[in-house]
Protein backbone atom coordinates (compact mmCIF):
# COMPACT_ATOMS: atom_id res chain seq x y z
CA UNK A 1 0.00 0.00 0.00
CA UNK A 2 1.29 3.41 -0.67
CA UNK A 3 2.45 5.73 2.27
CA UNK A 4 -0.56 7.73 3.57
CA UNK A 5 0.38 11.27 3.91
CA UNK A 6 -1.43 13.44 7.12
CA UNK A 7 -1.93 17.23 6.96
CA UNK A 8 -0.53 19.08 10.15
CA UNK A 9 -2.22 22.55 9.83
CA UNK A 10 1.11 24.62 11.51
CA UNK A 11 -1.77 27.25 12.03
CA UNK A 12 -5.14 27.33 13.04
CA UNK A 13 -7.20 25.89 16.25
CA UNK A 14 -6.26 22.88 15.35
CA UNK A 15 -2.38 23.19 14.58
CA UNK A 16 -1.24 22.26 18.78
CA UNK A 17 -2.99 18.60 17.56
CA UNK A 18 0.01 17.55 15.37
CA UNK A 19 2.87 19.02 17.00
CA UNK A 20 3.56 21.53 14.26
CA UNK A 21 2.84 24.57 15.78
CA UNK A 22 5.55 26.54 18.34
CA UNK A 23 4.00 27.37 21.78
CA UNK A 24 5.00 30.30 23.83
CA UNK A 25 6.39 29.78 27.60
CA UNK A 26 5.04 31.80 30.11
CA UNK A 27 7.24 34.00 32.31
CA UNK A 28 6.33 31.84 35.46
CA UNK A 29 7.79 28.66 33.66
CA UNK A 30 10.66 30.84 32.44
CA UNK A 31 11.44 32.10 36.22
CA UNK A 32 11.09 28.63 37.40
CA UNK A 33 13.07 26.94 34.84
CA UNK A 34 15.97 29.66 35.93
CA UNK A 35 15.75 28.63 39.23
CA UNK A 36 16.18 25.35 38.07
CA UNK A 37 19.42 25.80 36.46
CA UNK A 38 21.07 27.96 39.33
CA UNK A 39 19.94 25.03 41.84
CA UNK A 40 21.98 22.72 39.82
CA UNK A 41 24.97 24.85 38.96
CA UNK A 42 25.00 25.43 42.85
CA UNK A 43 24.70 21.81 43.78
CA UNK A 44 27.54 20.88 41.47
CA UNK A 45 29.77 23.92 42.60
CA UNK A 46 29.28 22.56 46.08
CA UNK A 47 30.02 18.40 45.38
CA UNK A 48 33.00 20.06 43.92
CA UNK A 49 34.54 21.31 46.76
CA UNK A 50 33.79 19.46 49.02
CA UNK A 51 35.12 16.43 47.24
CA UNK A 52 38.58 18.71 46.52
CA UNK A 53 38.37 19.09 50.45
CA UNK A 54 38.36 15.32 51.14
CA UNK A 55 40.82 14.93 48.66
CA UNK A 56 43.03 17.83 50.86
CA UNK A 57 42.50 15.89 53.72
CA UNK A 58 43.35 12.69 52.73
CA UNK A 59 46.79 13.85 51.33
CA UNK A 60 47.48 15.82 54.91
CA UNK A 61 46.66 12.61 56.93
CA UNK A 62 48.78 10.76 54.46
CA UNK A 63 52.40 10.16 56.48
CA UNK A 64 54.21 10.05 52.65
CA UNK A 65 52.23 13.22 52.13
CA UNK A 66 53.50 14.24 55.67
CA UNK A 67 56.87 13.54 54.91
CA UNK A 68 57.24 15.96 52.39
CA UNK A 69 56.55 18.57 54.45
CA UNK A 70 59.43 20.75 55.65
CA UNK A 71 60.21 20.73 59.25
CA UNK A 72 62.40 23.17 60.95
CA UNK A 73 65.95 22.33 61.08
CA UNK A 74 68.13 21.63 64.06
CA UNK A 75 71.78 22.55 64.12
CA UNK A 76 73.54 18.80 64.58
CA UNK A 77 76.62 18.57 66.99
CA UNK A 78 79.53 17.44 65.00
CA UNK A 79 81.95 18.34 67.96
CA UNK A 80 84.31 20.98 67.87
CA UNK A 81 87.78 20.96 65.59
CA UNK A 82 90.51 21.70 67.79
CA UNK A 83 92.94 20.97 65.04
CA UNK A 84 93.39 24.36 63.76
CA UNK A 85 94.39 25.70 67.12
CA UNK A 86 96.90 22.87 67.93
CA UNK A 87 98.31 23.82 64.54
CA UNK A 88 98.80 27.63 65.59
CA UNK A 89 100.31 26.04 68.94
CA UNK A 90 102.44 23.61 67.53
CA UNK A 91 103.87 26.62 65.04
CA UNK A 92 105.13 28.79 68.18
CA UNK A 93 107.72 25.65 69.03
CA UNK A 94 111.44 25.44 68.72
CA UNK A 95 112.33 23.17 66.11
CA UNK A 96 114.44 21.31 68.76
CA UNK A 97 111.26 20.45 70.64
CA UNK A 98 108.82 17.39 69.98
CA UNK A 99 105.17 16.78 70.71
CA UNK A 100 103.00 14.29 70.29
CA UNK A 101 99.10 14.94 71.18
CA UNK A 102 96.00 13.40 71.08
CA UNK A 103 92.40 14.69 72.20
CA UNK A 104 88.77 13.28 72.32
CA UNK A 105 85.60 13.76 73.07
CA UNK A 106 84.78 11.59 75.83
CA UNK A 107 81.13 11.98 75.74
CA UNK A 108 80.26 11.86 71.95
CA UNK A 109 81.81 8.22 70.39
CA UNK A 110 85.86 9.15 71.34
CA UNK A 111 85.42 11.75 68.75
CA UNK A 112 89.30 12.96 67.84
CA UNK A 113 88.91 16.79 68.33
CA UNK A 114 93.16 17.05 67.05
CA UNK A 115 95.86 15.50 67.48
CA UNK A 116 99.83 16.18 66.19
CA UNK A 117 102.15 13.07 65.59
CA UNK A 118 100.27 11.17 67.94
CA UNK A 119 101.55 8.13 66.50
CA UNK A 120 105.42 8.72 67.41
CA UNK A 121 106.73 6.91 70.15
CA UNK A 122 107.38 9.16 73.25
CA UNK A 123 109.67 7.45 76.35
CA UNK A 124 106.51 7.16 79.23
CA UNK A 125 108.67 7.76 82.23
CA UNK A 126 106.45 8.01 84.86
CA UNK A 127 103.27 7.65 82.99
CA UNK A 128 103.50 3.79 83.15
CA UNK A 129 102.03 3.52 86.43
CA UNK A 130 98.64 4.72 84.75
CA UNK A 131 99.01 1.45 83.24
CA UNK A 132 100.23 -0.76 86.52
CA UNK A 133 97.28 1.00 88.94
CA UNK A 134 94.44 -0.24 86.43
CA UNK A 135 95.69 -3.71 86.26
CA UNK A 136 96.39 -3.61 90.46
CA UNK A 137 92.73 -2.51 91.03
CA UNK A 138 91.35 -4.61 88.93
CA UNK A 139 93.26 -7.52 90.49
CA UNK A 140 92.41 -6.55 93.84
CA UNK A 141 88.44 -6.27 92.79
CA UNK A 142 88.86 -9.57 91.34
CA UNK A 143 89.95 -10.71 94.19
CA UNK A 144 93.68 -12.08 92.62
CA UNK A 145 95.75 -9.70 95.18
CA UNK A 146 94.39 -8.86 98.53
CA UNK A 147 94.42 -5.39 98.47
CA UNK A 148 95.25 -5.13 102.47
CA UNK A 149 98.79 -6.86 102.13
CA UNK A 150 101.45 -5.01 103.28
CA UNK A 151 104.37 -4.64 100.57
CA UNK A 152 106.00 -1.40 101.06
CA UNK A 153 107.43 -0.30 104.48
CA UNK A 154 103.75 0.52 106.12
CA UNK A 155 101.61 1.19 102.91
CA UNK A 156 99.80 -1.71 101.60
CA UNK A 157 98.47 -3.00 98.07
CA UNK A 158 95.62 -0.40 98.08
CA UNK A 159 98.09 2.34 99.54
CA UNK A 160 100.56 1.91 97.07
CA UNK A 161 97.96 1.68 94.38
CA UNK A 162 96.65 5.46 95.36
CA UNK A 163 100.45 7.41 95.80
CA UNK A 164 101.27 5.30 92.44
CA UNK A 165 99.05 8.60 91.26
CA UNK A 166 99.06 10.78 94.07
CA UNK A 167 102.46 11.27 94.33
CA UNK A 168 104.04 9.38 91.75
CA UNK A 169 105.54 6.99 94.21
CA UNK A 170 108.02 4.90 91.86
CA UNK A 171 108.78 2.17 94.91
CA UNK A 172 105.34 1.42 95.08
CA UNK A 173 104.84 1.48 91.46
CA UNK A 174 107.53 -1.04 90.79
CA UNK A 175 106.62 -3.27 93.69
CA UNK A 176 103.29 -3.27 92.34
CA UNK A 177 104.93 -4.19 88.56
CA UNK A 178 106.52 -7.10 90.44
CA UNK A 179 103.90 -8.38 92.24
CA UNK A 180 101.34 -8.72 89.24
CA UNK A 181 104.09 -10.48 86.82
CA UNK A 182 106.53 -8.16 86.06
CA UNK A 183 106.99 -5.91 82.83
CA UNK A 184 106.01 -8.06 80.37
CA UNK A 185 103.10 -9.49 82.04
CA UNK A 186 101.63 -6.02 81.84
CA UNK A 187 102.95 -5.02 78.43
CA UNK A 188 100.96 -8.05 76.81
CA UNK A 189 97.83 -7.23 78.73
CA UNK A 190 98.31 -3.36 77.70
CA UNK A 191 98.55 -5.48 74.13
CA UNK A 192 96.35 -8.19 74.55
CA UNK A 193 93.45 -6.79 76.49
CA UNK A 194 93.50 -3.37 76.06
CA UNK A 195 94.46 -3.04 72.13
CA UNK A 196 97.11 -0.49 73.02
CA UNK A 197 99.68 -2.10 69.87
CA UNK A 198 101.76 0.71 70.07
CA UNK A 199 102.65 0.48 74.10
CA UNK A 200 105.56 -1.56 75.62
CA UNK A 201 105.64 -1.16 79.38
CA UNK A 202 109.22 -3.11 78.59
CA UNK A 203 110.86 -0.67 77.38
CA UNK A 204 108.49 1.79 78.78
CA UNK A 205 107.59 3.89 75.63
CA UNK A 206 103.56 4.79 73.91
CA UNK A 207 101.92 7.09 71.89
CA UNK A 208 99.68 9.71 72.30
CA UNK A 209 96.65 7.65 71.19
CA UNK A 210 97.51 4.86 73.15
CA UNK A 211 97.77 7.35 76.32
CA UNK A 212 94.64 8.39 75.71
CA UNK A 213 92.69 5.19 74.79
CA UNK A 214 93.90 4.10 78.57
CA UNK A 215 92.52 7.02 80.04
CA UNK A 216 89.37 5.91 78.35
CA UNK A 217 89.83 2.66 80.14
CA UNK A 218 89.74 4.70 83.35
CA UNK A 219 86.89 6.79 82.30
CA UNK A 220 84.39 4.05 80.88
CA UNK A 221 85.99 1.56 83.98
CA UNK A 222 84.09 -1.37 82.80
CA UNK A 223 86.86 -3.57 84.50
CA UNK A 224 86.90 -1.55 87.75
CA UNK A 225 83.68 -0.47 90.07
CA UNK A 226 82.37 3.13 90.59
CA UNK A 227 83.69 2.85 94.18
CA UNK A 228 87.42 2.08 92.62
CA UNK A 229 86.61 5.35 90.03
CA UNK A 230 86.04 7.79 92.66
CA UNK A 231 88.94 6.94 94.54
CA UNK A 232 91.33 6.96 91.48
CA UNK A 233 89.95 10.43 90.06
CA UNK A 234 90.62 11.53 93.54
CA UNK A 235 94.06 10.62 93.26
CA UNK A 236 94.66 12.12 89.80
CA UNK A 237 92.85 15.45 90.93
CA UNK A 238 94.36 16.44 94.61
CA UNK A 239 98.44 15.65 93.58
CA UNK A 240 100.17 18.07 96.50
CA UNK A 241 103.62 19.24 95.81
CA UNK A 242 106.80 17.02 97.32
CA UNK A 243 109.99 17.25 97.80
CA UNK A 244 112.56 15.11 95.85
CA UNK A 245 115.97 15.10 94.58
CA UNK A 246 114.63 14.21 90.85
CA UNK A 247 112.87 17.22 90.59
CA UNK A 248 113.88 20.54 89.96
CA UNK A 249 114.95 22.68 93.27
CA UNK A 250 114.21 19.30 95.35
CA UNK A 251 110.18 19.76 94.46
CA UNK A 252 107.86 17.87 92.69
CA UNK A 253 104.73 19.76 91.17
CA UNK A 254 102.32 17.34 89.44
CA UNK A 255 100.06 19.91 88.38
CA UNK A 256 102.74 22.20 86.90
CA UNK A 257 102.08 21.60 83.22
CA UNK A 258 98.89 21.12 81.43
CA UNK A 259 96.42 21.38 85.00
CA UNK A 260 98.14 24.36 85.60
CA UNK A 261 96.29 26.31 82.31
CA UNK A 262 93.32 25.79 83.23
CA UNK A 263 90.70 27.60 85.66
CA UNK A 264 89.40 25.86 88.40
CA UNK A 265 86.06 25.93 87.03
CA UNK A 266 87.25 23.14 84.90
CA UNK A 267 88.04 19.33 86.78
CA UNK A 268 91.76 18.36 85.58
CA UNK A 269 92.34 15.01 86.29
CA UNK A 270 96.09 14.19 85.81
CA UNK A 271 98.96 12.03 85.63
CA UNK A 272 102.69 13.51 84.46
CA UNK A 273 105.79 11.56 83.48
CA UNK A 274 108.95 13.56 83.07
CA UNK A 275 112.70 13.57 83.02
CA UNK A 276 114.68 16.48 83.93
CA UNK A 277 118.47 16.78 83.19
CA UNK A 278 119.45 20.10 84.42
CA UNK A 279 118.81 21.85 81.19
CA UNK A 280 115.67 20.91 79.51
CA UNK A 281 112.99 17.96 79.95
CA UNK A 282 114.30 14.90 77.82
CA UNK A 283 110.61 14.35 78.31
CA UNK A 284 107.70 15.98 79.88
CA UNK A 285 104.34 14.19 79.61
CA UNK A 286 101.22 14.80 80.67
CA UNK A 287 97.90 12.93 80.66
CA UNK A 288 94.57 14.17 81.81
CA UNK A 289 90.97 13.87 81.87
CA UNK A 290 89.04 17.09 81.40
CA UNK A 291 85.91 17.31 83.21
CA UNK A 292 83.36 20.80 82.56
CA UNK A 293 80.75 20.01 85.33
CA UNK A 294 78.61 22.75 84.15
CA UNK A 295 77.78 20.87 80.98
CA UNK A 296 78.84 17.59 82.27
CA UNK A 297 81.14 17.11 79.48
CA UNK A 298 84.64 15.20 79.44
CA UNK A 299 87.39 15.17 77.28
CA UNK A 300 90.12 12.78 77.37
CA UNK A 301 94.04 14.25 76.13
CA UNK A 302 97.78 13.39 76.01
CA UNK A 303 100.60 15.61 75.18
CA UNK A 304 104.07 14.16 75.11
CA UNK A 305 107.04 15.97 74.93
CA UNK A 306 111.08 16.00 74.44
CA UNK A 307 112.67 19.24 74.86
CA UNK A 308 111.11 21.77 76.74
CA UNK A 309 112.76 23.92 79.07
CA UNK A 310 109.98 24.89 81.20
CA UNK A 311 106.28 24.34 81.46
CA UNK A 312 105.37 27.84 80.04
CA UNK A 313 103.89 26.07 76.51
CA UNK A 314 102.03 23.16 77.91
CA UNK A 315 99.96 26.40 80.58
CA UNK A 316 99.29 28.20 77.34
CA UNK A 317 98.25 24.87 75.31
CA UNK A 318 95.58 23.93 78.79
CA UNK A 319 94.16 27.61 78.48
CA UNK A 320 93.90 27.77 74.69
CA UNK A 321 91.89 24.39 74.48
CA UNK A 322 89.71 25.56 77.64
CA UNK A 323 88.61 29.07 76.30
CA UNK A 324 87.68 26.93 73.24
CA UNK A 325 85.88 23.89 74.91
CA UNK A 326 84.04 26.77 77.03
CA UNK A 327 83.26 28.74 73.74
CA UNK A 328 81.93 25.45 72.07
CA UNK A 329 79.62 24.45 75.16
CA UNK A 330 77.96 27.92 75.74
CA UNK A 331 77.37 28.21 71.99
CA UNK A 332 74.48 25.56 73.16
CA UNK A 333 75.33 23.47 70.36
CA UNK A 334 76.48 20.55 72.15
CA UNK A 335 73.28 20.19 74.31
Given at each position: MGEHLIYAPKVGPNAGRYGGGKKKKSKVKLVLDFIIVALVACATFVMFKLTVLKTENQEVNNSEVVAKIPEEKVEEDKGIDLQPLLNRWKSTMALSTKTGVYIIDLDNDNKVLGKIDSAQEFPLESLYKLFVVFEGYRRVEGGLIDGDETIVGDYSVNKCLDL???ESNSTCAEKLLDLMGGEEEIA?????NWGL???NITSYTSTAEDVVKMLTLYYEHKNISDKTWVIVKDSM?????????????NTCDFRQGLPSGFSDKTKVYNKVGWKWNTAYWEAYNDAAILEFPKHNKHFAIAVLTNGFTNTTELNKLGALIEEALNAYLESGISK
Open positions: AIRRIARDQNTLNQPPIESEDCIN
